[in-house]
Every structure is written in structure tokens, then in C-alpha cells.
């Protein structure tokens, strides 16, 4: 891999770092991830394709992130399954864990959701650890900027708490089906790890310079 994707890949790390503070993981943690220069990065990637691994801040949970190769070569299986048993083998066992994983090719979705069910089929089967470790993945291109920091998009906060979301709904005596929608697989959506049913809270400012707030929830599709 030659400089100049080297260079790509931390600076994609960069806004994964930036991301994961919005979800919420652990901030001083993900600060001492940012102060890693390049040239630590560029040797550290030469060892091994983890380099996060960061505690959530309030829920009982860990994050992985996994770098597959950038230059778009499709993720071997026995890799996938290497990587997932370093998180099961390496975690606290008291911790959920999740393992994010990076691809450089949206092409490639469909050959990891094939790993992922082996992954399952390996490591679910009647044992309590699999049953507390997830895969996500998302496309580097996704990381190439910070969606929260655009100036046409508003602010954004997920609702992931059952009493909170219910609490919403009977304030404004509306329903989740009344809701507006925001799809599973929008970039605001993916960048706050949004899952179905969980309530985005929005607020945009009016020409006052008022706060008005807006509510959608996360779905398959619009209608």
C-alpha cells in the first residue's frame, strides 16, 4: 500500500474517531486515539488491521473497528473469523461487543453478509459469548467527511432508549408510523449506528434564531 492511501485511511480514521464520539464511546479514550500521528498510524497498519478499540461511555458496550484492505481486495473469510475470535478471545466478559468493520468496495457487502452468517453460524450456536458480539460494517467512502459538520445539516440526536422514545410519542400524541422517516441506511443514520425504530431528534434554528424541533424515526423505507 503506497503513501498516499495510507494517508487516505487516517484521515478516514480521523471522522471514524469524530463518529464514534457521537455514538457516544468513551471521549478521552478517543483522544488518545487522536494523537497518533501518521507515521505511527502508516507502522501501526503495517502490524495489524485493529487499531480502535474504545468502551461506550454509558451502555455496557465495546467497539472493534477493523480496517479491511483498502485497495479493494474482498475480505477472506478466515480473516473475518480470526478478527472476531480476537474480540471474543480479547474482551471483557462482561462487555457487549461490537465489531465494525471498514471496506473499501460497497461491492463487497454481499460477500461479507455471507462471512457474517458463518460468523454466526461459529460462534451463536448455543454459546452466551457470540450471543454478545454484533458486525457492522460501513464503506470507507462514508468516512471521507463528517456529515454532523456541514453547514446545511442540522443538528442531530438518536434516541435509542425505549422510555425515552415512548416519552416522545405521548407528548405529541403521535405513533412511530405517523413519524417522518430517516432510512436505515442514510449517511446520518449509519453515522450514529441509527437502528429500526430508534427516534432521531432534530433542531434546526428559524430566522430568530429560535430552536424548532423535529422528530424522525429510522425505517426500511419511506412509506
Same mark, same amino acid.
Do not use: C, W
Given at each position: 500500500m =503506497?503513501?498516499?492511501? +495510507?494517508?487516505? %485511511?487516517?484521515? &478516514?480514521?480521523?471522522?471514524? %474517531? *469524530?463518529?464514534? #464520539?457521537?455514538? !457516544?464511546?468513551?471521549?478521552?479514550? %478517543? =483522544?488518545i486515539h487522536?494523537?497518533?500521528?501518521? *507515521? #505511527? @498510524?502508516? =507502522?501501526?497498519?503495517?502490524?495489524?488491521? @485493529? *487499531?480502535?478499540?474504545?468502551?461506550?461511555?454509558?451502555?455496557?458496550? #465495546? $467497539?472493534?473497528?477493523?480496517?479491511? =484492505?483498502?485497495?479493494?481486495?474482498? &475480505?477472506?473469510?478466515d480473516d473475518l473469523l480470526?478478527?472476531?475470535? +480476537?474480540? &471474543?478471545?480479547t474482551r471483557k466478559p462482561d462487555k457487549n461487543t461490537v465489531l465494525l468493520i471498514l471496506i473499501n468496495d460497497p461491492k463487497m457487502q454481499a460477500h461479507i453478509r455471507t462471512l457474517i452468517?458463518?460468523?454466526?453460524?461459529?460462534?451463536?450456536?448455543?454459546?452466551?459469548? !457470540?450471543?454478545? $458480539?454484533? $458486525?457492522?460494517?460501513m464503506p470507507y467512502r462514508? %468516512?471521507?467527511?463528517?456529515?454532523?459538520?456541514?453547514?446545511? +445539516?442540522? #443538528?442531530?440526536?438518536l434516541i435509542t432508549d425505549k422510555d425515552q422514545i415512548d416519552a416522545i410519542l405521548s407528548k405529541y400524541n403521535t405513533s412511530k408510523d405517523k413519524l417522518p422517516k430517516i432510512l436505515l441506511n442514510d449517511v446520518i443514520s449509519k453515522w450514529f449506528g441509527g437502528k429500526l425504530g430508534n427516534i432521531f431528534v432534530i433542531r434546526r434554528m428559524t430566522d430568530r434564531n429560535?430552536?424548532?424541533?423535529? @422528530?424522525?424515526?429510522?425505517?426500511l423505507r419511506q412509506n
Open positions: =503506497d503513501t498516499s492511501q +495510507v494517508r487516505r %485511511l487516517y484521515n &478516514i480514521r480521523i471522522n471514524l %474517531l *469524530d463518529m464514534l #464520539e457521537d455514538r !457516544g464511546y468513551h471521549q478521552e479514550s %478517543l =483522544d487522536r494523537q497518533m500521528t501518521f *507515521d #505511527e @498510524f502508516k =507502522d501501526n497498519y503495517k502490524k495489524r488491521n @485493529f *487499531d480502535v478499540r474504545v468502551d461506550h461511555s454509558t451502555l455496557n458496550q #465495546e $467497539i472493534i473497528v477493523y480496517y479491511s =484492505d483498502i485497495n479493494g481486495s474482498r &475480505i477472506k473469510k480470526k478478527g472476531a475470535s +480476537v474480540a &471474543i478471545n452468517s458463518e460468523f454466526h453460524a461459529k460462534y451463536r450456536a448455543g454459546k452466551s459469548d !457470540g450471543e454478545k $458480539i454484533s $458486525i457492522e460494517t462514508n %468516512l471521507t467527511y463528517n456529515p454532523t459538520k456541514h453547514n446545511l +445539516v442540522p #443538528e442531530h440526536r429560535r430552536s424548532t424541533y423535529y @422528530f424522525r424515526t429510522v425505517a
